[in-house]
């Protein structure tokens, strides 16, 4: 049973701490999403990555935030230092592109992340 | 810049009663919309996927519904059941990699 898995499920932390936060994708597929989702702001793009490059990330705070993918199988989300209004779920999600197609998004459980 | 929204917030039905979910969007140059479930304290789980040449997509209880030029999709749900409580959230992939996604619409249906 292939699924997106995200460690860690929950990591409270103190301000000023730097956080990383790690998603498997699903083997074989070829794009990777990062979201994050609060109450006030619903479900953000914060960046995209296809064949490992990173397409998209005009959605993230570019001072703290970074987003890398060092090989197929593992994405990173990084936020140095990391705030109080960084606290929300951050969600992983995988997928399969073929030219200008998108298949469906596949979503991991998300990490609970809650800022002090 | 596109906007997706969805009507109403919240509903609450009784079981058995069939209904309809809204979405509708700005601009009508999308790739593909998608609909997805989302439980409390859980991930997304994807419904239906309606890519931009299609008009509509069934799966089980589950009939959805695109109409481009209009900027609306619809999600059915025939004979619903307390098992259905979940927020169902719509998503609009717009090209250049973006997916854009709704406020979502909490549903709770009683038995």
């Known amino acids: 049973d292939a699924r997106v898995t995200q460690t860690p499920r929950h990591k409270v932390t103190e301000m000023g701490q730097e956080v990383t936060m790690r998603c498997q994708p699903i083997?074989?597929?070829?794009?990777v999403f990062w979201y994050r989702q609060t109450m006030m702001q619903g479900l953000e793009l914060l960046a995209y990555f296809r064949n490992r490059a990173p397409l998209d990330d005009s959605g993230m705070p570019k001072d703290r935030f970074s987003a890398e993918m060092p090989d197929a199988t593992l994405a990173t989300l990084k936020i140095q230092p990391s705030e109080p209004r960084d606290s929300a779920v951050y969600f992983c999600?995988?997928?399969?592109?073929?030219?200008?197609?998108?298949?469906?998004?596949?979503f991991g459980p998300g990490t609970r992340l809650t800022v002090l | 810049k596109q906007e997706v929204t969805q009507i109403p917030a919240a509903l609450s039905v009784p079981e058995g009663e069939n209904l309809v979910l809204n979405c509708s969007f700005t601009d009508s140059a999308i790739y593909n919309l998608q609909w997805f479930r989302q439980d409390p304290g859980k991930g997304l789980t994807s419904l239906l996927l309606i890519q931009s040449s299609q008009r509509e997509q069934t799966s089980g209880r589950l009939n959805a519904s695109l109409d481009k030029s209009s900027g609306r999709s619809t999600l059915y749900i025939a004979a619903s059941q307390p098992g259905d409580s979940a927020t169902y959230l719509c998503a609009v992939d717009t090209g250049g990699f973006k997916t854009i996604f709704g406020a979502g619409t909490r549903l709770f249906v009683k038995a």
């Open positions: 999600a995988s997928g399969l592109a073929r030219g200008t197609d998108r298949d469906t998004q596949y």
């Open positions: 083997l074989g597929h070829n794009t």
